[in-house]
């Protein structure tokens, strides 16, 4: 988070409140052109199984983030913004991470255009 609010200076931002919805209503699309980050979810799988105690787990944890602006007006700046959202991944501070990963989905929905994207690390216990 703290990548994207040093480097989102244009007309797209990183919010900073939490969580990214109130009740029924999201956030990310009360208010356009700020970038809402969910809080991380962390899952535990086996990732190499020994016959003897050492067994290896990997630990991926997710991170959501939610992105809306206006379809028909899309600001100037949405490409590079969503470059720099791309690059965070690569900015982790996360010790021990072997993998970085980063997807994301466009929704039109009537005249809002949508950004889901996630971010998944994972590291090796």
Known sequence: MAYLSANLSGTIKCASELPWAQ????????NMKRVYLDE???????FVE????????R??????GYLAVDAKNKPADLESALVIIKNAKDMSSMSNVFRKE???????DKDVMI???EYRFSTIN
């Open 23 to 30: 009740g029924d209503i999201v956030l990310y699309r009360q």
């Open 115 to 117: 950004y889901t994207f």
């Open 102 to 108: 980063f997807d994301y989905s466009t929704e039109i």
């Open 50 to 57: 020994t016959l003897g105690a050492l067994d290896l787990a």
């Open 40 to 46: 991380p979810q962390t899952s535990q799988e086996a």
């Open 59 to 64: 630990t991926t944890t997710t991170v959501n």
